[in-house]
């Protein structure tokens, strides 16, 4: 039985979701632009919950324009912004269950023709994650990161 709960965030986790993403990320957003994905796309920006406490989220929004896995074709894309879990609350499941509680309100909600994401080329047990979840790697971004890294450009069609 899991010891979690997925659910939609609300304003009052603002200042954990901040807390966790300059934790476990080197890429850090202002608390305005988490605010903006929950006014915009409430379906989209979910939260785990372990023992009241928020221990990871993922936030996504919906984008028009060509498709990474349809050569020219053009269409409704889940673009999965960012994702994150406490270290302590990892191998539980808690990513998996976001992204697909995530991914099915893309395609349910806003009929998303696919989703996609970055991940950094050194996130192993993320691109396993993703790879897992039926992404597939569609291209390398040099240098995408402000550290340099390049960056897996990742998608699946749904």
Same mark, same amino acid.
């Given at each position: 039985?899991?010891?979690?709960?997925?659910?939609? =965030?609300?304003? /009052?986790?603002?200042?954990? &979701?901040?807390?966790?993403?300059?934790?476990?990320?080197? /890429?850090?957003?202002?608390?305005?632009? =988490?605010?903006?994905?929950?006014?915009?796309?409430?379906?989209?920006?979910?939260?785990? /919950?372990?023992?009241?406490?928020?221990? *990871?989220?993922?936030?996504?929004?919906?984008?028009?324009?060509?498709?990474?896995? *349809?050569?020219?074709?053009? !269409?409704?894309?889940?673009? #999965?912004? @960012?994702?994150? &879990?406490?270290?302590?609350?990892?191998?539980?499941?808690? !990513?998996?269950?976001?992204? /697909?509680?995530?991914?099915?309100?893309?395609?349910?909600?806003?009929?998303?023709?696919?989703?996609?994401?970055?991940?950094? &080329? @050194?996130?192993?047990?993320?691109?396993?994650?993703?790879?897992?979840? *039926? =992404?597939? #790697? &569609?291209?390398?971004?040099?240098?995408?990161?402000?550290?340099?890294?390049?960056?897996?450009?990742?998608?699946?069609?749904?």
């Amino acid at each position: 039985m899991n010891d979690y709960i997925i659910r939609e =965030f609300r304003p /009052e986790d603002l200042d954990a &979701v901040i807390n966790i993403n300059r934790t476990c990320l080197p /890429e850090n957003y202002p608390a305005y632009f =988490f605010m903006q994905h929950h006014i915009n796309y409430p379906e989209l920006f979910l939260v785990a /919950e372990s023992d009241g406490r928020v221990v *990871g989220y993922v936030m996504c929004r919906v984008e028009y324009g060509r498709l990474k896995t *349809g050569g020219l074709k053009v !269409g409704r894309r889940g673009h #999965i912004i @960012s994702i994150a &879990v406490i270290p302590e609350m990892r191998r539980r499941g808690i !990513g998996q269950a976001l992204m /697909e509680k995530a991914i099915n309100a893309l395609k349910e909600r806003y009929k998303v023709d696919e989703c996609y994401l970055e991940v950094r &080329v @050194s996130n192993v047990p993320a691109i396993r994650l993703y790879q897992k979840l *039926g =992404f597939l #790697i &569609v291209d390398r971004i040099k240098k995408y990161y402000l550290d340099g890294e390049d960056a897996y450009l990742m998608a699946k069609r749904v």
